[in-house]
């Protein structure tokens, strides 16, 4: 399977993005995913998780409230909402097949004035 993101970019706090994934090479509609970022010189840490039924997800602290996880199946695409981004949310964001060891290759988030 693979999983490609886009969406990253350079903003200001305050503002809003929204990351894809698209997933190919396995089924999608019953995989669950998640979300990951990655700061400088930081582990790797969760950010958000969608099962296969859609209205089912779960949150990080520092992401509740400000971000959203959604997805369109029949796009096989895992979306992540962003809003109100603040300057430690900066980092790579990944997509995760949970349960596997499929990753993305990450997109670049930066927040500064």
């Known amino acids: 399977g693979q999983l490609v993101e886009s969406g990253g970019g350079s903003v200001q706090p305050g503002d809003s993005l929204r990351l894809s994934c698209v997933a190919a090479?396995?089924?999608?509609?019953?995989?669950?995913f998640s979300w990951y970022r990655q700061a400088p010189g930081k582990e790797r840490e969760h950010v958000a998780t969608?099962?296969?039924?859609?209205?089912?997800?779960e949150y990080s602290d520092s992401a509740k409230g400000r971000f959203t996880i959604s997805r369109d199946n029949r796009k096989s695409t895992v979306y992540l909402q962003m809003t109100d981004l603040k300057p430690e949310d900066t980092g790579v964001y990944y997509c995760?097949?949970?349960?596997?060891?499929?990753w993305g290759q990450g997109t670049q988030v930066t927040v500064t004035e």
């Open positions: 090479g396995f089924p999608f509609s019953g995989a669950a």
């Open positions: 969608i099962y296969s039924t859609e209205t089912l997800t």
């Open positions: 995760h097949r949970m349960n596997y060891e499929t």
